[in-house]
């Protein structure tokens, strides 16, 4: 399996601990990290119109600037789905954020928090681009 991977999340204590499960697991050795979807979305606006590699992203969806949807508007916007992947790791259990989810392209799994070990461990046996 051959990515990066971003992780994106306003909790500093998640993404300590998301970068070092996706360590832990072989999924990845060196995520980049961002706390807001602001940031994501400059970073990836930078490298957009060049051959980007694969990219997974793992992103929460309530931040304090851009949210993950503003994200995700972003990357409906690009048309870059073949690239990139997201998926939503998140506190909310609302069925509602479920339904939104899937309704964007880019998005590929749903995970409420906290994020396991055994679900990195299967992601990185599938083929996911």
Do not use: C
Not at 51 to 63: A, G, P, Q, S, V
Request: zero cysteines.
């Amino acid at each position: 399996m051959n990515f990066d991977l971003i992780i994106v999340d306003d909790d500093a204590e998640y993404i300590f601990f998301h970068k070092l499960l996706a360590k832990k697991s072989g999924l990845s050795e060196d995520p980049l990290t961002f706390s807001s979807g602001q940031e994501v979305i400059d970073h990836l606006s930078s490298i957009i119109d060049q051959d980007i590699n694969n990219t997974l992203i793992f992103l929460d969806i309530y931040m304090q600037d851009v949210d993950g949807w503003g994200v995700l508007d972003y990357l409906e916007s690009v048309n870059r789905h073949d690239k990139i992947k997201v998926i939503l790791i998140t506190s909310s259990v609302s069925m509602d954020d479920k339904r939104k989810a899937i309704q964007y392209q880019s998005v590929i799994e749903y995970i409420e928090k906290p994020l396991m070990m055994n679900y990195l461990i299967n992601l990185k046996s599938q083929s996911i681009f």
